[in-house]
Antibody, heavy 127, light 108 residues
Framework: EVQLVESGGGLVQPGGSLRLSCAAS????????MHWVRQAPGKGLEYVSAISSNGGSTYYANSVKGRFTISRDNSKNTLYLQMGSLRAEDMAVYYC????????????????????WGKGTTVTVSS | DIQMTQSPSSLSASVGDRVTITCRASQSISSYLNWYQQKPGKAPKLLIY???SLQSGVPSRFSGSGSGTDFTLTISSLQPEDFATYYC??????????FGPGTKVDIK
């Protein structure tokens, strides 16, 4: 079964740090780009960060740039998000998601979508 | 940055109703538009990719259309399990995939 399982969430004080993990199973992890998406309480989905399949390219939303670092260990089938200088507005459920790259003849070009998501891990920022 | 909007922000409907949700991009995104369904306390689920392609396992009552800046998600006959929040997402500016604000569908 294809599965993503996040862990590492918890309560942290403003200004603190936390590292999230996303363990992948049931597929060839090293073949897929991966993303982190978050959802603040009662709010919508927000793109956070992305990493290429080999870890060579990383991307960040402006809201987390310089504070968060995405990485992956393909030998351990695990995705990470190192979060620092945490703020109240970072409080959210954090999801990891697999990104499919598919050639669509009708476009014609490569196309991208998130087809597998973890159940999420909750980050609470409070003193 | 590409901005996404959705309308309505919420709607009330009955089982069996035909439901239409609209998503608009701030610039042309061709067919680089995905739709997700999210139920409370659950992760999002992919419904439609590339504006109109149905993800495997998704019921055929869901359909998507549109190109450029204007897109539509249609549920042809609303079922009890379809009450949820629906998000559009652009994948034109890969790998930065912006989401719309969501449309909540609840029971009338």
């Amino acid at each position: 079964e294809v599965q993503l399982v996040e862990s590492g969430g918890g309560l942290v004080q403003p200004g603190g740090s936390l590292r999230l993990s996303c363990a992948a199973s049931g597929f060839t992890f090293s073949s897929y780009a991966m993303h982190w998406v978050r959802q603040a309480p009662g709010k919508g989905l927000e793109y956070v960060s992305a990493i290429s399949s080999n870890g060579g390219s990383t991307y960040y939303a402006n809201s987390v740039k310089g504070r968060f670092t995405i990485s992956r260990d393909n030998s351990k089938n695990t995705l990470y998000l190192q979060m620092g200088s945490l703020r109240a507005e970072d409080m959210a459920v954090y999801y990891c998601a697999r990104v499919v790259e598919q050639w669509l003849v009708r476009l014609p070009s490569y196309y991208y979508y998130m087809d597998v998501w973890g159940k999420g891990t909750t980050v609470t920022v409070s003193s | 940055d590409i901005q996404m909007t959705q309308s309505p922000s919420s709607l009330s409907a009955s089982v069996g109703d035909r439901v239409t949700i609209t998503c608009r991009a701030s610039q042309s995104i061709s067919s680089y538009l995905n739709w997700y369904q999210q139920k409370p306390g659950k992760a999002p689920k992919l419904l439609i990719y590339a504006a109109s392609s149905l993800q495997s396992g998704v019921p055929s009552r869901f359909s998507g259309s549109g190109s450029g800046t204007d897109f539509t998600l249609t549920i042809s006959s609303l079922q009890p399990e379809d009450f949820a929040t629906y998000y559009c997402q652009q994948s034109y500016s890969t790998p930065i995939f912006t989401f719309g604000p969501g449309t909540k569908v609840d029971i009338k």
